[in-house]
């Protein structure tokens, strides 16, 4: 049996804060997609060149919606309650992670270099970046039904 080389990808992760949902809510607005397992995603032309980059606040581990409050509108009405100082839905930490950012579609892009877009265009630094391997992680988490962080497996492959 032959080795194959795993197609890796460059990314940059934020763990999870309130500084970081408040970042997200006030530079980007609205995710354009709420996937009912979580994440909530972004793409803009943010990425060095202006490659088009996705943005996806990744789910903890079981994740599970506060109840009265629909997929769509899980961000907004947590993002609103933190930037306010009132009291969210759900504590960000028990919903997610933390954010991912990585080329779209496949564009190939200098790892620092798309820190650095990365950075500018949300107004925070990244803590961790690199190229990594979304499809070990990806069958990871469905191998488990959404029982591992996707964040941690991130930050893990980043750190080696």
């Not at 919606?65 to 309650?81: H, I, N, Q, Y």
Request: with cysteine.
């Amino acid at each position: 049996m032959g080795l194959v080389s795993p197609l890796r990808v460059p990314t940059c992760v934020w763990r999870i804060s309130a500084a970081l949902v408040v970042a997200l809510d006030g530079r980007f607005g609205e995710p354009l997609d709420a996937y009912v397992n979580g994440s909530q995603v972004w793409v803009r032309d943010d990425g060095p060149g202006e490659i088009c980059l996705e943005w996806r606040l990744h789910p903890v581990a079981r994740f599970r919606r506060p109840s009265g409050v629909a997929t769509d509108e899980v961000f907004s009405a947590v993002a609103l309650a933190v930037a306010q100082g009132g009291a969210p839905p759900a504590a960000p930490r028990s919903l997610w992670d933390g954010l991912e950012a990585f080329p779209a579609y496949g564009d190939d892009a200098e790892p620092a270099l798309l820190a650095g877009a990365a950075a500018a265009a949300l107004g925070l630094v990244p803590d961790a970046f690199g190229l990594a391997d979304h499809s070990v992680i990806g069958d990871a988490w469905e191998a488990s039904a959404g029982g591992v962080s996707i964040i941690d497996a991130l930050l893990d492959q980043l750190a080696g």
